[in-house]
């Protein structure tokens, strides 16, 4: 808020300086004669050649208008006039100079540099109250989200131009901290459940400690009750065996939620949005991208996450592929739209194909490039979400990942 402020005050001061210059100026021509009087001058001398009568009154600077008679008193040395010649006659036109046009000059200067300075300094503040002072009230506010500040929600900003920007941030903390909640939550279910798993696990695992080493050192005798030690030994195992099974059924289950609404979507938004994100981006990596023809339609689903879905497989496209080419297609099968996108330089093993959608799991090809294996894993869901589904081939080089919408 400072620099604007401070912007102002410049301003401000550069305007009274304007002020006060054209004032001097202005001041400086006052006794600058006006030279208008020679305009009615000329309409006397057309009045006197039509030998019309002269009227004063339809005159400014026209004191009289004398014809001359011979007399020494037709000049007069302490008086402005014009000698005309109209009709074979001379005549003296008297007049008196203008000295007002130049208040006129001073109050149109001056109006017209009030308007300017108004619009100036009216655009100055709005930008202050408007802009600067919302943007002040927010920039902070990113650093302490990442702090894990997220219990403070932001003030509604009614600006048309950060009101959608302040909304997007509070959805974003709200979304942070229903995140960081869940995560707080399954962190405590899963301790909760290991603790009553461990608790479980140790009374079979002290009975087949107990039965072995009696086994070991011979105290049971008889063939029949050491089958009967060996049986209770593989009961308690098995009883190990589902607590391990339990634990390993925890573990898988889905860590993570989708939000999908549904609705409805021309297949064009998807595409036209895919397009102007990848368009540049492609084009400074030097890879060749392109659309191919489709018939519009409409879809089922959430338009945002269709969005998202394309852009982790054009994504992965960009990671996993040579960089020469990558193509979007479309076709279609019974009730449902396929978009498809293709890429080069596939170095992926088919056998992996139907792996490369699980979660955590990353293909052969990923080499060193950074990952977390949830890119194909999230589409997968998130099409599911939206009754589709999506899929991946390969055809040569090419690697190809197939979404299957469904038409609305």
Not at 21 to 33: A, D, M, Q, R
Not at 253 to 264: A, I, K, L, N, W
Request: negative net charge; glycine residues 6%.
């Amino acid at each position: 808020m400072t620099k604007i402020d401070k912007l102002i005050a410049l301003c401000a001061v550069m305007a009274v300086l304007v002020f006060a210059g054209v004032n001097l100026f202005i001041g400086s021509l006052e006794g600058t004669p006006d030279k208008s009087y020679r305009v009615e001058v000329n309409r006397v001398r057309q009045q006197l050649e039509a030998g019309e009568d002269i009227d004063l009154s339809d005159y400014e600077q026209i004191r009289a208008v004398t014809r001359y008679d011979s007399q020494d008193s037709f000049f007069k040395p302490d008086t402005e006039y014009v000698i005309a010649e109209a009709g074979g006659q001379l005549y003296r036109i008297d007049y008196e100079q203008n000295m007002a046009s130049k208040k006129n000059l001073y109050i149109t200067v001056n109006t017209a540099l009030g308007l300017l300075t108004a619009v100036l300094f009216s655009v100055l503040f709005y930008i202050r109250f408007k802009i600067v002072r919302p943007f002040d009230r927010i920039r902070d506010y990113p650093v302490e989200l990442s702090k894990g500040h997220l219990t403070e929600p932001l003030k509604e900003e009614k600006s048309r131009h950060f009101g959608r920007f302040v909304w997007g941030l509070d959805m974003l903390r709200e979304r942070l901290e229903d995140n960081k909640q869940k995560e707080l939550d399954h962190a405590r279910t899963e301790k909760t459940m290991l603790l009553s798993l461990s608790h479980d696990i140790k009374t079979p695992l002290s009975a087949i400690k107990l039965s072995a080493q009696a086994l070991a050192k011979g105290i049971y005798k008889e063939p029949e009750k050491q089958k009967q030690t060996v049986l209770g030994i593989s009961s308690n195992a098995d009883e190990i065996e589902r607590y391990v099974a339990q634990i390993i059924q925890n573990a898988e289950h889905d860590f993570m939620t989708f939000e999908v609404q549904d609705s409805q979507f021309y297949l064009s938004t998807a595409v036209d949005k895919i397009e102007s994100y990848y368009r540049d981006k492609l084009s400074m990596l030097g890879t060749e991208f392109s659309i191919g023809e489709y018939a519009d339609c409409l879809l089922r689903g959430d338009p945002e996450r269709m969005q998202e879905v394309l852009q982790n497989i054009i994504e992965n496209a960009i990671k996993y592929g040579d960089g020469r080419c990558i193509s979007l297609s479309f076709s279609e099968e019974e009730d449902c739209r396929l978009i498809t996108v293709s890429n080069t330089g596939c170095s992926l093993p088919e056998s992996e194909l139907d792996t490369i959608f699980e979660s955590f799991r990353r293909g052969s090809n990923s080499g060193s490039q950074p990952g977390s294996g949830l890119g194909l894993y999230i589409c997968r869901r998130l099409m599911n979400e939206m009754g589709g589904e999506v899929f991946a081939e390969t055809e040569g080089d090419l690697m190809k990942v197939t979404v299957v919408c469904r038409k609305k």
